[in-house]
């Protein structure tokens, strides 16, 4: 049973261009939670979506950021317009049930976005 | 938000020894879920431990387990027969029990080397 999928690993880009972070969940989990972990850091939550929809984005920037999680395929974190300060490993993790039911996340291994 | 606060930036142990880590929170809510995550060299944060407030009694997972002081808002992580293995980030987190809480809120680690 695979864990949480997260590509790419890494990524790389200059200031003003896109990043496309994709995140497929276990097998049989339809909730899945987007985090952001700075620097010598802890994880800092970003965004809860479900099947189509986003339920809880409150710790998602209102600019340049969109999350998605469509009814086939992997859920994708969106940043456009890429600055240095979004530099950060971004970890999705997935869960069967919302998180508030069972308190238990799985994560993925983190796409680390670097900005130059 | 909750605060979750890691005062040990570092720490290490020799092999075979035992380790405590140290974890404080801040909330008024009386119904919640702690957490411990580690995160190794691959960086994938791995579930430790799980504690629900309303349990006297501390959780164990083999060579793991916590001291969780309700009151004094206290959750520590002993280690127990520390491996090589063991050497990580440990994260403590906090999530509120309840319907609609879609969040862990994360402290800011601590940096755990299990010396030969």
């Known amino acids: 049973n695979a864990g949480v999928m997260q590509n790419p690993r890494h990524l790389v880009r200059r200031r003003g261009q896109e990043a496309r972070l994709r995140c497929s969940p276990m097998?049989?989990?339809?909730?899945v939670y987007w985090y952001r972990q700075l620097p010598e850091e802890g994880l800092k939550f970003m965004v809860y979506?479900?099947?189509?929809?986003?339920?809880?984005e409150s710790g998602m920037p209102k600019e340049r950021f969109s999350a998605e999680f469509p009814k086939e395929g992997p859920s994708i974190l969106r940043i456009q317009q890429v600055v240095r300060g979004d530099s950060a490993a971004y970890f999705c993790?997935?869960?069967?049930?919302?998180?508030?039911?069972?308190?238990?996340?799985?994560f993925g291994e983190g796409s680390r976005l670097t900005v130059l | 938000a909750q605060t979750v606060t890691q005062s040990q930036p570092e720490m290490s142990v020799q092999e075979a020894e035992t380790v405590t880590l140290s974890c404080t929170y801040d909330?008024?809510?009386?119904?919640?879920?702690l957490f411990w995550y580690k995160q190794p060299p691959s960086r994938q944060m791995i579930l430790v431990i799980r504690?629900?407030?309303?349990?006297?009694q501390n959780a164990t997972e083999n060579r793991f387990s916590v001291n969780f002081q309700k009151a004094a808002k206290s959750f520590s992580l002993k280690i127990s027969d520390s491996q090589l293995g063991d050497t990580a980030m440990y994260f403590c987190?906090?999530?509120?029990?309840?319907?609609?809480?879609?969040?862990?809120?994360f402290g800011t680690g601590t940096r755990l080397t299990v010396i030969p």
């Open positions: 993790a997935s869960s069967r049930s919302p998180v508030s039911n069972t308190g238990e996340l799985f």
């Open positions: 097998k049989g989990h339809s909730h």
């Open positions: 979506l479900q099947k189509e929809n986003i339920i809880d």
């Open positions: 909330t008024s809510e009386s119904n919640y879920y």
């Open positions: 504690q629900e407030a309303y349990k006297q």
């Open positions: 987190a906090f999530m509120w029990d309840r319907t609609g809480a879609n969040n862990l809120f």
